[in-house]
């Protein structure tokens, strides 16, 4: 997608570029928002605040070189300045990836089942030993799949401490989560 040129064409006042970027960026404003709050009505309040702004104000908008960083950054504001702090924050887990239809026989389905909800409880354990911070570039860097140099504009960073608040927390991870590595690798 050609993203500078929906940016040009909304700024002349074509509300289908308007649509074309919500559509391209609304899943992963809408992860990312999570991550901040928790609290699904208010992440898609702020995320329609900010598309209505960006279109009420397309004659004096200045395009943005990344419009993801853009609307993230942008998604940031809009959540802090609606109040309290963040709620808790964590990160779900993915699912593994592994096909649920292998598995035709229901016992195994049953101890998978069992086994990812461990998994679940010690990752949701080895999140909770991370500050907000941490938590916040994690999903940047590794759900989002960001570059440090995004990351550090939108957490108003500079490059070498966004790198380094990656590194603090994947070394957190790391010590809590040895034995959810195990478990993974016995499912794979």
Known sequence: MDETKH???????NIQSLQVLYNHHIGGL???GMVLCQDGDRVKDSIHDLFL???SNRQGFTIPTSGKAYLMVSLRRKIFDR???RDQLTIPLEESGMDQELYSDAEEQWI???EESEVQVK???AMAQLSDRQKEIIHMKYYQQMEYEEIARIMDLNYQSARN????ALMVLRKEMVTLVMIILLLM
């Open 123 to 125: 990752l949701d354990k």
């Open 165 to 168: 608040l990656v590194n603090r």
């Open 53 to 55: 702004n960006i279109w």
């Open 112 to 114: 998978r089942s069992e």
């Open 83 to 85: 109040g309290s702090k």
């Open 7 to 13: 940016w040009e064409t909304l700024k002349a006042g």
């Open 30 to 32: 809408y992860a990312y």
